[in-house]
Structures are given as C-alpha cells and as structure tokens.
C-alpha cells in the first residue's frame, strides 16, 4: 500500500495524529518531493482558510466540502471532490507542505505537479501533409502526462496551410495557429517561443515528433533547463541516410570548435524551459536555420543545464531543404553568432 493511502487508513481509524503525521510525511517524500519548495494555501467554498504555510487551523468547514489544494502559481490547482468528514486534528505538515486528512479521500499526488507545455510546430506549404499528421501528433500527447497546447506557426504558406490548421481547431480544443507572412522558419519558431505562456516550450516538426521524448524530458527537467533529443547520444537509433547523418556530425564539430559549444545535436527536438526563453531568445539574432541552435549555444553559455536524451529518427518522407544549398547559409550564419558572443563579451 502507498504511503498515501496508508495515511488514509489511518485516518480511518481515528489513530494517534502523530501517526498521520509521520505517514504523511513519508507520502510526501514517496511522491511529491519538490513541492516543499512552495507556499500552500487551502481553500474552501472559495473562501481563504489557512493563507499562511505554518498556519494550523481547524478543518471542520472542510467537511462534505470540494477542497483544492492551491500554491504559488494560481493556475495549478488540484481539486478533491467528494471529501468526507475531515479529521478534527487540522492541517498537517510535512516541510512547507501542509494538508487536510479526510476520511474516505485522500488527494492524488502525482496531479500535484502535473506541467503545462506549448508545442511549438513551424510549417510551411503542407496542405497535403497536415490531415494525416495531426492526428498521429495528438495520439503521441496523449499518453504524457502534461497539460499540452500545440501551437502550429505557419510561416508564408501559399496553399491551405492555414485553412486546414484552422478547421482542425474544432477538432483539437488545445490547437492554436500563429501566421506570419514571410518564410521563414527560424522566426516563425521564435514567435511561437516567445508567444507560449506555460511552464515549458517545445520545438517539433511536422514531420518528427514523439511522445516518449516529451514524457522523459519532463522527467529529465527536474535537474535541467533545457533538454535535447540528439541524434548523436549513446543509446540514439538514426535511421536515416548516411549523408545526413554525416552532416549532423559535421555541423556539431563546426559548433563546437567556431562557438565552442559542447552539445552534441542543437537540431531537433527539444524542451525549454520558459524562464530560459524570455532571458535568451531576445538575444538570439539568427532566425531561418539557426535560430535554435543559437538558442541552445547562448543558453549552454549563460550557465543554463542543458540534457541530452538519446532518441529513434526515422525519416517519415524525403527532406523538404535541399542541404547543398543550406551549407553555406548556415556556415555564414555561424560565424555571425561567434562575431555577435564575441562583441557581446568586449562591450
């Protein structure tokens, strides 16, 4: 049995509140460790009961009561209907944390740190891709467990991009659309960035996304800013062509030996913490090709903590940039953000 429900056993059975206590504090270490980080409140009816951490204070009005559990950001609240008779100990603390022990339900811990994520997808010209590759992205969010906006950027299409992107919003609640006029593939990112509002932003294409990377990129944010899926990480499954898997590897040796970055793949998918955006994208002057990479590389140099998770590429259709004419767009390009770090670092 989990600590969790264990204390609500003990409750049950009205047993010594030193028990409930020392049950609680094993529930909050069993499956909410970094919540004593915030300051909690609980609320009932709406009206404020207990607005200070440390406060202990009778429960009673609690019982019968639909209670939510509210901290520092208003927006994450995790309610708990059918609550029964509430024990007449009070609120109970483990840390920072404190809660009510009803009789007959307990909250469910892992809602309490449930995120929130904007998928940012920049698209151009993919009318006749688009039917079939929403419905697999939506199918991959499903199984993670995150609150998902995807936010499609369509960037200069001239077909019905936009038309079908929009259709599809009835369809899909958390589908949003952002235009923007010209091509451009690098800003049309930017602009999703910069327009998220949730806890985290992340970058798909199209044509390659996963689930499963969200999921553990989720997992891997607790001790990292910035999270990469690298094509080159031990334990990656590039399936693709050989040229192109020389090109990864060529364009990493180029960061790292022009910008003296020491990711392995800054192309991709990724997850960025939306703190890290508002401090670096105003910064970053590369739009088109880079301006992830760029992104990732001023990040990596303000001290921000970067993982890399290794990932399965496999080429759903045959590459829309033709990569002849990308070298040297994006050779140039590098060699414009090392001038931009070294003036930023002499001025």
Same mark, same amino acid.
């Given at each position: 049995?989990?600590?969790?429900?264990?204390?609500?056993?003990?409750?049950?059975?009205?047993?010594?509140?030193?028990?409930?206590?020392?049950?609680?504090?094993?529930?909050?270490?069993?499956?909410?460790?970094?919540?004593?980080?915030?300051?909690?409140?609980?609320?009932?009816?709406?009206?404020?009961?207990?607005?200070?951490?440390?406060?202990?204070?009778?429960?009673?009005?609690?019982?019968?009561?639909?209670?939510?559990?509210?901290?520092?950001?208003?927006?994450?609240?995790?309610?708990?209907?059918?609550?029964?008779?509430?024990?007449?100990?009070?609120?109970?603390?483990?840390?920072?944390?404190?809660?009510?022990?009803?009789?007959?339900?307990?909250?469910?811990?892992?809602?309490?740190?449930?995120?929130?994520?904007?998928?940012?997808?920049?698209?151009?010209?993919?009318?006749?891709?688009?039917?079939?590759?929403?419905?697999?992205?939506?199918?991959?969010?499903?199984? =993670?467990? &995150? #609150?998902?906006?995807?936010?499609?950027?369509?960037?200069?299409?001239?077909? *019905? /991009?936009?038309?079908? +992107?929009?259709?599809?919003?009835?369809?899909?609640?958390?589908?949003?659309?952002?235009?923007?006029?010209?091509?451009?593939?690098?800003?049309?990112?930017?602009?999703?960035?910069?327009?998220?509002?949730?806890?985290?932003?992340?970058?798909?294409?199209?044509?390659?996304?996963?689930?499963?990377?969200?999921?553990?990129?989720?997992?891997?944010?607790?001790?990292?800013?910035?999270?990469?899926?690298?094509?080159?990480?031990?334990?990656?499954?590039?399936?693709?062509?050989?040229?192109?898997?020389?090109?990864?590897?060529?364009?990493?040796?180029?960061?790292?030996?022009?910008?003296?970055?020491?990711?392995?793949?800054?192309?991709?998918?990724?997850?960025?913490?939306?703190? =890290?955006? &508002? #401090?670096?994208?105003?910064?970053?002057?590369?739009?088109?090709?880079?301006? *992830? /990479?760029?992104?990732? +590389?001023?990040?990596?140099?303000?001290?921000?903590?970067?993982?890399?998770?290794?990932?399965?590429?496999?080429?759903?259709?045959?590459?829309?940039?033709?990569?002849?004419?990308?070298?040297?767009?994006?050779?140039?390009?590098?060699?414009?953000?090392?001038?931009?770090?070294?003036?930023?670092?002499?001025?």
């Amino acid at each position: 049995m989990s600590a969790g429900r264990e204390i609500e056993q003990v409750s049950r059975n009205l047993a010594d509140e030193r028990d409930i206590d020392t049950l609680a504090c094993d529930a909050f270490d069993e499956g909410i460790p970094d919540l004593g980080r915030r300051h909690t409140a609980v609320v009932a009816n709406n009206d404020p009961l207990c607005v200070d951490k440390r406060t202990e204070c009778s429960t009673n009005s609690l019982s019968d009561a639909g209670v939510e559990f509210v901290w520092n950001d208003a927006a994450d609240v995790v309610r708990l209907d059918d609550v029964g008779e509430v024990h007449t100990g009070g609120l109970y603390g483990c840390g920072n944390f404190w809660f009510g022990i009803a009789h007959r339900t307990l909250f469910e811990m892992p809602h309490l740190t449930r995120q929130s994520i904007t998928v940012v997808i920049p698209v151009h010209n993919e009318a006749t891709f688009l039917p079939g590759a929403l419905p697999r992205l939506f199918a991959e969010m499903e199984g =993670v467990n &995150a #609150d998902i906006s995807v936010l499609i950027a369509e960037n200069g299409s001239t077909d *019905d /991009t936009a038309r079908l +992107v929009t259709e599809s919003m009835a369809v899909y609640p958390n589908l949003t659309l952002l235009e923007l006029a010209e091509p451009n593939y690098g800003a049309a990112m930017r602009d999703g960035f910069m327009a998220a509002t949730t806890e985290w932003v992340a970058n798909f294409d199209i044509d390659y996304f996963s689930g499963a990377f969200l999921a553990d990129a989720l997992a891997a944010g607790e001790t990292a800013d910035v999270i990469l899926a690298s094509k080159r990480a031990e334990g990656s499954d590039d399936q693709r062509g050989t040229v192109r898997r020389l090109a990864t590897w060529t364009f990493n040796q180029i960061l790292r030996f022009v910008l003296g970055s020491g990711v392995s793949d800054t192309h991709g998918m990724k997850l960025v913490r939306a703190t =890290v955006v &508002a #401090d670096v994208a105003p910064h970053v002057i590369s739009t088109v090709d880079l301006f *992830d /990479t760029e992104l990732v +590389v001023r990040a990596e140099k303000a001290g921000y903590r970067i993982a890399e998770l290794p990932v399965e590429v496999v080429e759903l259709r045959e590459t829309k940039s033709s990569l002849i004419k990308r070298v040297p767009r994006t050779l140039k390009g590098v060699w414009r953000i090392r001038r931009a770090l070294k003036a930023e670092r002499t001025s």
